[in-house]
């Protein structure tokens, strides 16, 4: 199903009489503001159902492969920059992988962005060799349209190693920025619990509140 | 033929390992390598190698010095045997922790070098009082009383605090063999490690990764130590096997041939 079919369907159904009392002609960007909210708790959901059973294959379809430049190389040590900002999960998996994108086979190993401390003065900083990196917010370009985030290499290879001049880094790409256009793939069934969702957080009226205790609070 | 059709390789690396720890757990992803394969070089080092297997036992031939110390080596553990080679075979010295330690103090008593001959300043010489036993720059010092006990006329005693060894009485060369126990793992993480140790090492990295966790069950942390440990015992017997013919030959060699009378 495309994105725009997902805004669509909620549209139609906000605008014909089943809506009640909620009927109206809604603009669709405000109806994409709740689809993104929708689509990121039903992709930590998927996370959650996938760290239960040791099956991440589920976030395999909405993720997407972006070449990413190595710049400024400094010894063993350079950054990327992200396209976007990477979902925010645990573990770090809204980034699946980065792998050199002249080598796939070649993996580099996530590391939280204190760790380093620890690491370096480990064994497994000088016996193994696989490439890290971390992620955190880019500070060297800020500013509207500049990317947000950044990925920091390190222990890549150098000359007269072949160099690694760009990685492919394996991301789930947020709602917000599919094309109206794009085919937004989803889990089996996911496209009506989303549409009812974002239904039921449109058109949810707030419960009175019955409580006389001078207190606003619906749940009373 | 296992030469022109090779089975298995029968050494793997580390990262082996923990590529087979991450497939036990259905983990097909990175993220806690680094932890994994460290936890799996401390298993390897400081668990297999010194206590469990003989991999980690090494041998180096130092050179002695005219003050009869030879440094130890930078991967040193524990000694396993120290001697010096004589036509094709070990001739052990013994462990004497009589020997005196060689320091260098000047007449304050205060601390000046390490070892009898290394380089001081000449304006010191005059001040120095010189500890060491009968051999000095090669030649033997008489008018002492005594020497060194032991079985063997030559001794030795690691010095820790210098990291050298320290020999007394006399030996035929200065190039002695030291056998010791190593960590077992090189510093560039070339180093392979026996098949036979992968499960034992497998088993020990999931149980160190759940062994600090607050929330993983105290039964279900004991289940996973106790997966290590008979993993160690099929390890120790593997290691420790007799091989039929090395019992035959404790068996023969009590064995004579005599005149049937």
Redesign the interface.
């Known amino acids: 199903m495309k994105k725009i079919n997902l805004i669509e369907s909620i549209v139609s159904f906000l605008a014909s009489d089943a809506a009640g009392d909620s009927k109206g002609v809604y603009h669709p960007e405000e109806i994409k503001v709740h689809l993104n909210n929708v689509f990121n708790k039903a992709v930590y959901d998927s996370w959650l159902n996938g760290k239960r059973y ?3 294959s589920q976030l395999d379809a909405w993720s997407k492969t972006y070449e990413v430049a190595i710049v400024s190389q400094i010894g063993t040590k350079a950054h990327g920059l992200l396209p976007f900002a990477p979902i925010q999960l645990p ?3 809204g980034i ?2 980065v792998a050199d994108n002249a080598d796939v086979s070649n ?5 939280e962005s204190t ?1 380093d401390v620890v ?1 370096a003065e ?3 900083s ?5 490439p ?1 990196y971390s992620m955190e917010q880019n500070n060297l370009s800020t500013g509207a349209g500049e990317a947000s985030h950044k990925l920091k290499f390190d222990k890549l290879p150098i000359a007269p190693d072949t160099l690694i001049t760009s990685v492919d880094v394996l991301m789930i790409v947020p709602l917000e920025m599919l094309d109206d256009y794009d085919d937004c793939v989803m889990p089996s069934g996911m496209e009506d619990n989303i549409i009812q969702q974002v239904i039921a957080l449109m058109s949810k009226k707030q419960e009175s509140d019955t409580s006389n205790d001078g207190v606003f609070n619906p749940q009373n | 033929m296992s030469t022109i059709s090779p089975k298995s390789a029968g050494l793997v690396t580390i990262r082996y390992v923990v590529m087979s720890v991450l497939n036990r757990l259905g983990d097909y992803s990175l993220k806690n390598f680094l932890r994994y394969t460290q936890i799996a070089i401390e298993g390897f080092s400081e668990s297999l190698a010194m206590y469990h297997i003989g991999a980690g036992s090494d041998v180096v031939y130092l050179h002695m010095s005219t003050a009869k110390t030879a440094p130890l080596p930078a991967d040193y553990v524990n000694w396993i045997k120290v001697g010096y080679p004589i036509e094709g075979k070990l001739k052990v010295i013994s462990n004497d922790n009589n020997i005196l330690l060689p320091r260098v103090f000047d007449d304050t008593g205060e601390y000046v070098g390490p070892v009898y001959g290394e380089a001081i300043g000449a304006t010191d010489l005059s001040n120095i009082i010189f500890f060491s036993d009968h051999w000095r720059n090669g030649q033997f010092v008489g008018g002492m009383y005594g020497l060194p006990g032991g079985i063997d006329t030559a001794g030795f005693r690691v010095d820790m605090e210098n990291r050298q060894l320290v020999f007394s009485g006399s030996t035929p060369r200065s190039e002695i063999v030291l056998e010791y126990t190593t960590s077992g793992l090189k510093t560039d993480g070339s180093s392979l490690i026996p098949r036979e140790c992968v499960a034992a090492l497998r088993t020990y990295v999931l149980w160190m990764k759940d062994e600090n966790d607050p929330r993983i069950a105290y039964n279900a942390k004991e289940r996973l130590k106790r997966n290590h440990e008979e993993e160690i015992e099929a390890l120790r017997s593997f290691s420790n096997a007799f091989s039929a013919s090395e019992y035959l030959a404790m068996i023969y060699q009590s064995s004579y041939q005599s005149p049937k009378r």
């Open positions: 040791s099956d991440f573990n770090a998996m699946r992988q993996v580099f190993a996530p590391m760790a690491f480990l064994e497994v000088t016996m193994d060799d696989t890290v």
